[in-house]
């Protein structure tokens, strides 16, 4: 994909689920998303290097190996960086809260946007029965996945070879079993509850790979998706708005920002960070 000299401004930005270490993994568009970003603080929601699957069949390339180098350099240039632990991350919860300079290692986090909101970010897996007790049974299920996925892959060069936009089976099946419709409206539920429990007005997650961005009952609930098919982030803009954005979406708002460079009188952004914003008290 063509490099850009513009960059985009958040004050936050927030993705999951990018399962770095699966043959899924859209690492070569999270990179160029991560390159062409400029911001204060970015929250990696959990799942981010999937260490079920490099136990299982080891796959890396150097595009995920960038995008891993890429976090780093953004933490040398003062982006605050929290990462959250998820379940397919597997990092000892012993090691929890850890802050190494500008990096944070946690379970959860309370983010404080530009307008004074409170947002609980949190990955979710605690709120999967078959997650937290079954765990077994969770890595048979995530075997299933990645073979859905596997069969999605054919099935959309087939969809692609007739003209066809892409299409989710896996998302299809979710949005049609009501065994899972039933799941992820608890899930929601739960996490609600616990926003409300730990006084924040809003909950931020990742963990079932569906992109959101809702009310409920008086809750603010916003989940980041996944960089395995919806390719999506939440980013929070200098006044405090939180949005959902999809891949395609920023390609778009970063093609418009290359048209304004092009004009004589503007020039590229440093590539060096400002110092991040305070955070209101």
Same mark, same amino acid.
């Given at each position: 994909m063509p490099d850009s000299k513009a960059r985009l401004r958040y004050r936050t930005v927030i993705i999951s689920d990018t399962h770095l270490?699966?043959?899924?993994?859209?690492a070569r568009e999270l990179l160029h998303f991560l390159k062409h970003i400029r911001c204060d603080?970015?929250?990696?929601?959990?799942?981010?290097?999937?260490?079920?699957?490099?136990?299982?069949?080891?796959?890396?390339?150097?595009?995920?190996?960038?995008?891993?180098?890429?976090?780093?350099?953004?933490a040398e240039k003062r982006t605050e960086v929290v990462y959250l632990r998820g379940n397919h991350d597997d990092m000892p919860a012993d090691l929890m809260p850890l802050v190494l300079d500008r990096l944070t290692l946690a379970d959860r986090h309370v983010h404080q946007t530009a307008a004074g909101?409170?947002?609980?970010?949190?990955?979710?897996?605690?709120?999967?029965?078959?997650?937290?007790?079954?765990k077994w049974l969770a890595i048979l299920g995530d075997i299933g996945y990645q073979q859905l996925?596997?069969?999605?892959?054919?099935?959309?060069?087939?969809?692609?070879?007739?003209?066809?936009?892409?299409?989710?089976?896996?998302q299809a099946v979710k949005s049609k079993v009501k065994?899972?419709?039933?799941?992820?409206?608890?899930?929601?539920?739960h996490l609600r509850l616990l926003a409300v429990r730990e006084e924040c007005k809003g909950v931020i997650c990742g963990h079932i790979? $569906? &992109? @959101?961005?809702?009310? #409920?009952?008086?809750?603010?609930? *916003?989940?980041?998706?996944?960089?395995?098919?919806?390719?999506?982030?939440?980013?929070?803009?200098?006044?405090?708005?939180?949005?959902?954005?999809?891949?395609?979406?920023?390609?778009?708002?970063?093609?418009?920002?290359?048209?304004?460079?092009?004009?004589?009188?503007? $020039? &590229? @952004?440093?590539?060096? #960070?400002?110092?991040?914003?305070? *955070?209101?008290?």
């Open positions: 270490g699966t043959r899924d993994a859209k603080k970015l929250v990696l929601n959990g799942d981010i290097i999937d260490f079920w699957s490099l136990r299982r069949r080891p796959y890396w390339t150097a595009d995920h190996t960038a995008v891993v180098r890429r976090i780093l350099k953004m909101v409170k947002f609980l970010c949190v990955h979710g897996d605690a709120f999967d029965t078959v997650t937290t007790h079954a996925l596997r069969l999605n892959r054919h099935y959309n060069r087939w969809r692609a070879w007739r003209g066809k936009d892409y299409f989710s089976l896996s065994r899972a419709v039933n799941y992820i409206s608890d899930f929601e539920r790979h $569906r &992109p @959101e961005n809702k009310w #409920l009952n008086g809750v603010h609930y *916003i989940n980041s998706g996944d960089w395995v098919e919806s390719l999506t982030a939440i980013v929070e803009h200098a006044d405090g708005r939180m949005e959902v954005i999809d891949y395609n979406a920023f390609l778009r708002e970063l093609t418009l920002a290359e048209d304004e460079l092009d004009e004589p009188s503007l $020039r &590229p @952004e440093s590539d060096t #960070l400002a110092e991040p914003a305070a *955070i209101p008290a």
